[in-house]
C-alpha cells in the first residue's frame, strides 16, 4: 500500500510565494512519477506539474515561469515551489503518485492566493 501527504498550503497575498510538499510511503519500486494537480472550485482537476524517478520534469503551460517541482532530500518528497501567485491559482492541491502498481492520491492542501 502506498500513502500520499501534502502540506504548506495557506494563504497567500496576489505577487507572493508559497512551497507545497509531497510525501509519498509504502511500497514503491522502480520507475515512478509525482505529479502536483489542482482543483478550483467548479472545474475540474488539472496537472500543474510532474518529476519522474529519473528526474524528468514536466510544467504546465499555464504556470510555466512561476512554478517548479523539484525533488528533496528525502526519499519519495518532492516540491512544488509557487511564485507570482495570482487569485487563480487558488485552489485545492493534490499530489499523486502513479507506480506500476497502481496511482494513489493524497488528501489535498488549500492555496488561496487573496489580498
Known amino acids: 500500500q502506498v500513502q500520499v501527504v501534502e502540506s504548506g498550503g495557506g494563504l497567500v497575498q496576489p505577487g507572493g510565494s508559497l512551497r507545497v510538499s509531497c510525501t509519498a510511503s509504502?511500497?514503491?519500486?522502480?520507475?515512478?512519477?509525482m505529479a502536483w494537480y489542482r482543483q478550483a472550485q467548479g472545474k475540474e482537476r488539472e496537472l500543474v506539474a510532474h518529476i519522474t524517478s529519473a528526474d524528468i520534469t514536466n510544467i504546465a503551460a499555464s504556470v510555466k515561469g512561476r512554478f517548479t517541482i523539484s525533488r528533496g532530500n528525502a526519499v519519495n518528497t518532492v516540491y512544488l515551489q509557487m511564485n507570482s501567485l495570482k487569485p487563480e491559482d487558488t485552489a485545492v492541491y493534490y499530489c499523486?503518485?502513479?507506480?506500476?502498481?497502481?496511482?494513489?492520491w493524497g488528501k489535498g492542501t488549500l492555496v488561496t492566493v487573496s489580498s
Open positions: 509504502g511500497s514503491i519500486f522502480g520507475f515512478y512519477v
Open positions: 499523486n503518485i502513479r507506480i506500476s502498481g497502481g496511482m494513489y
